[in-house]
């Protein structure tokens, strides 16, 4: 039996207005009067509008559109041209003259080739531009176009590769130029709705819309410095530098990344979150390289393994494993083996977090640790140093479990061995001798030429201290590594 349309219809008028009706009778939980206070001017909203329509994104992208532009590069690159193929012999002489395998052609020379790349970029003042380092890495020549087709020249103010930020400074005439302002984006929630707008695969301007899937992505390989937004909204080539922005139409992310195994778009989205790139841009934008705090610490993430073999009670902070002697830490009291709970407050739980809070403070700040020691919280203020452009934060190789026996050789470290390896006078313990394949040794991350300073917290100097605490260890043993200049914690593992 057909159904009527005209029943159809009205029963679909029907259902849309109950749901209207449903959408217009929420109201707030603690709500103490049939109308909710409006937002303050400036004050940043709580999340996307109770109803949600097209007009809304429409008046986002209309406000925010205009600041987001096309960043075009040119960049001389040279190539080495491949040699010809040679044929075989009988072919060579045949129809290329003299016979001995000789090329008539000259051998090829390196030729210069013109390349040009196409990304996004965010208008964030009078003049001034931000982008991804990567999209004008080795340009000669900048231009930047807008939504209303204006094309400017630009040159670059300074890149700081490590978190993957450029500035641009736009040269000529700047009226009638719009902007975009930074908004805090330590208080975008999961789920917020989020645009994403930029130049993909260069097409031209587009927006799309999606949520906050996560935020403080760290440790994930892509920049030295990471603390990404995660987005579903469709970030693809081209989209790099360009803006993602909330229902304000403030800036809250830079994206950068996308993971994909076909080069496109795969609903995962990577955005330099606005409260880290914020200070990076003011500091390119006035010295045009970026300062970054220095604590003088090696660090690694703390797992429940490392945990119990080190006898700690908690599983949240990171594993301080060595602490630069003289440094910011070591004068603040800092202790190796300490657990790093929070800074100024904020909580820390990967390596990533750790370097990007302490990298984001300004040089001479003093910061506040939240620690733990045997079990006893810690507070202690560092005053921060300058991260020189070689200095980095370590951390250890990571561990898997595994059976059997410890699969370790040791020696004394000796004169002989001291001078070998290069190991400092003030570092005392045994060398490992070998390491067996598949062994704890092996899972632990051990390596040929590793000196082990102390095992179960305690230090040795003879390879049967070790043995023996192995021994008497009932799930693992904690070793503290000596290699090339750092230290770290590993756990063999029964």
């Not at 390596?351 to 506040?368: E, P, Y």
Request: with cysteine; net charge neutral.
């Amino acid at each position: 039996m057909k159904f009527p349309f005209q029943r159809l219809r009205a029963l679909a008028m029907a259902a849309t207005a109950a749901l209207m009706a449903l959408s217009c009778s929420r109201q707030p939980k603690d709500a103490s009067s049939e109308t909710a206070a409006p937002n303050k001017p400036g004050t940043p909203a709580q999340g996307p509008p109770a109803t949600l329509t097209g007009d809304v994104i429409a008046d986002v992208s209309t406000r925010a559109a205009p600041a987001v532009v096309s960043v075009a590069s040119t960049r001389v690159a040279r190539v080495e041209t491949p040699e010809l193929p040679i044929p075989d012999e009988w072919f060579f002489r045949r129809f290329f003259g003299p016979p001995g395998g000789q090329s008539p052609f000259p051998a090829p020379q390196g030729r210069e080739r013109i390349e040009r790349g196409i990304g996004s970029g965010v208008i964030v003042g009078p003049d001034t531009i931000v982008t991804n380092a990567h999209v004008v890495e080795g340009a000669k020549e900048l231009e930047v176009t807008g939504q209303n087709k204006r094309v400017l020249k630009a040159k670059v103010v300074g890149t700081d590769a490590k978190s993957d930020l450029a500035v641009l400074k736009i040269e000529g005439d700047v009226s009638g130029l719009s902007s975009l302002s930074f908004a805090d984006s330590s208080k975008l929630r999961l789920g917020q709705i989020v645009l994403a707008i930029g130049n993909p695969f260069g097409v031209g301007q587009t927006v799309t819309m999606g949520i906050v899937s996560a935020t403080s992505r760290a440790d994930l390989g892509i920049e030295a410095y990471e603390d990404f937004i995660q987005t579903d909204a469709a970030i693809n080539p081209g989209n790099s530098g360009g803006a993602l922005v909330d229902l304000d139409g403030r800036l809250v992310g830079v994206p950068t990344a996308i993971l994909s195994r076909t080069g496109g778009y795969q609903g995962v989205g990577f955005a330099i979150p606005s409260s880290m790139a914020a200070p990076i841009v003011k500091s390119l934008a006035e010295h045009g390289h970026v300062e970054r705090g220095f604590l003088g610490v090696t660090i690694q993430n703390l797992d429940s393994d490392l945990a119990k073999a080190l006898d700690l009670r908690t599983l949240d902070g990171i594993l301080v494993s060595g602490v630069e002697p003289g440094g910011p830490a070591d004068k603040a009291g800092v202790l190796r083996g300490d657990v790093v709970l929070s800074i100024d407050g904020k909580s820390v739980q990967t390596t990533g977090q750790f370097r990007n809070l302490i990298a984001s403070s300004a040089v001479g700040k003093a910061v506040r640790l939240d620690i733990v020691r045997q079990a006893e919280r810690k507070t202690l203020t560092a005053t921060l140093g300058r991260l020189s452009p070689d200095e980095q934060d370590k951390q250890a190789p990571g561990s898997d479990a595994s059976n059997g026996s410890a699969g370790l050789t040791l020696a004394p470290l000796d004169a002989s061995l001291r001078q070998k390896l290069d190991v400092p006078a003030s570092v005392n313990g045994v060398v490992v001798a070998s390491v067996q394949p598949n062994s704890p040794a092996a899972d632990a991350g051990l390596e040929t030429g590793d000196v082990i300073v102390e095992a179960a917290r305690k230090p040795v100097t003879k390879p049967d201290e070790v043995s023996e605490r192995w021994n008497a260890s009932k799930e693992g043993l904690a070793l503290l590594v000596w290699r090339k200049e750092r230290t770290f914690y590993a756990v063999l593992k029964r």
